[in-house]
Structure formats: C-alpha cells, structure tokens
C-alpha cells in the first residue's frame, strides 16, 4: 500500500500519488510526446526499468495514464486526469528555472540533453533538404562525446554514431556550455563571443547555427531582475 499523509487536504491527497521519486519526470515525459518504455527511457536516463515499470503501474492505478496495447506493443497515455498535470508541470519547470539555477556535474548528461533537443528543435527554421550537424563535447568521455542531427523536413533523428552523411555545419562545445545556452541560462550570442562555442561551417551556415537549435522550451522563461 502506497503510504499516505492522514491528512483531507487535496494538495496532501495529490501529492500522496505524485510524490514519490522519479512520478513527476515521468508524466513530464509524457507531456512531452513520449508513449513507449524506451523513449520514457531515454527521459529519465538514471532510472532503472524496474523502476520506471513500477511508477508507471502506479500512475495507472491512480488514473493518471492508461496502457495500451496494439499489434504486440504497449504504449502509455496520459488520461484527462493526466492532461490536468501539463500547467503544473510547467510552473514547476518555470519556477525552476528562476529560482534553483546552480547545475552540478551531475546534472549534465549528454544523452539527456540530445533527447530533448531532438523533440523540441524548431524544424521550420531548417532548410527543406537533409541537414546535418555534429556536436563535439570537448569535456565528455570519447564514447559519448560525439553527436550528430539529421534533419529531413518534418524528420529528427539523433545519433550518437556517424550515420554517414555529409555534415552540413560543426560545432564544438563543451557539454556544460551546451547544456546552459540551451537551459537559457548563456545567450548563443554571449557564447560565440567568448569563443565557449566553435561552429565550423560556410560562414551563411555558421550564422544560421543558433536559430536552427534554438533554446529549450523553459530556456524562454524570464528570469528575476
């Protein structure tokens, strides 16, 4: 039995359920777009799968997501009760972002970081033919510090080994400074200057680099004065 706070208070009575470690990732997860055990996986990295299955019966029994299955696979839906969750997910990431912007070394994590750029790049912002662009992290050990995008019109795909096309544009970083001007926390501009950032291209692709990757959807949030 999942323990309980004693309490008739609704915020005790939602927090009974949504709690516990890693739940609140998860429903992020599937706000998201996410549906399937592995790309929830490639969300929260550091969980187990045994875990991630627990949490995700959990969240089934309380009615927050329903499974289903269909031609032998099973994927995850958030409920309406689920889809109530999204603007309190998002003032959770917006209050984040304000108030708690120290990152530790163990809060970067490449595949973390490709993962979510691969959802969220602004495609329309791209050229309509195959673009490519790697990512070095000079700071990453040598078996995850090379990434490559490959972008097909509506088409994302994130590899962490070369899928052997031409590479439109270059761009070396370290995967703090990545991970900050994607967060919001450095401006692409601010990060150029300093030179924290190479990008090796024709100088009009160059130039084109920091619109094409953006910043993350929170990266937009206002900071305090």
Known sequence: MASTYGQFCPVAKAMEVLDERWTLLIVRELLCGSAHFNDLRRGVPRMSPTLLSKRLRRLERAGVLERRTEGGRTSYHLTRSGEELRPVVEALGAWGVRWVGDLGEEDLDPHLLMWDLKRT????????????????????EPRARRWWVVVDGASVDVCDADPGYAVDATLTTTLRTMTEIWRGDRPWETALRARLVAIEAPRDVARAVPDWVGISTLGR???PA
């Open 221 to 223: 949030v206002a900071r």
């Open 121 to 140: 790049l602004p495609l329309e912002r791209w050229p309509r033919e195959r673009t490519v662009l790697a990512f070095t992290y000079t700071d990453v």
